[in-house]
């Protein structure tokens, strides 16, 4: 199941925090459920998980950049 709404994003973003890089104007949003039975534990080594923090930090860099102003 998934549930969909049609929703304006305005440029100052206080109607629904998304991140940056949405474009202000109409979107669509959707929410889809998981099913318990998908949800499952995954362990990762800290040299992966450095380096998945790594790509999550460079990939969002200019609007942790644009926070910090």
Known sequence: MTITQTVE???DRRAIEVPREVPAG????????????TVSETFISPDEALVSAREI??????A???LAK
Request: charged letters at 25%; hydrophobic letters at 45%.
């Open 9 to 11: 994003i305005t440029a």
């Open 26 to 37: 109409r979107t669509i949003i959707s929410f889809t459920p998981v099913a318990e039975e």
């Open 64 to 66: 942790f950049e644009a």
């Open 57 to 62: 930090l460079a990939k969002h860099r200019p």
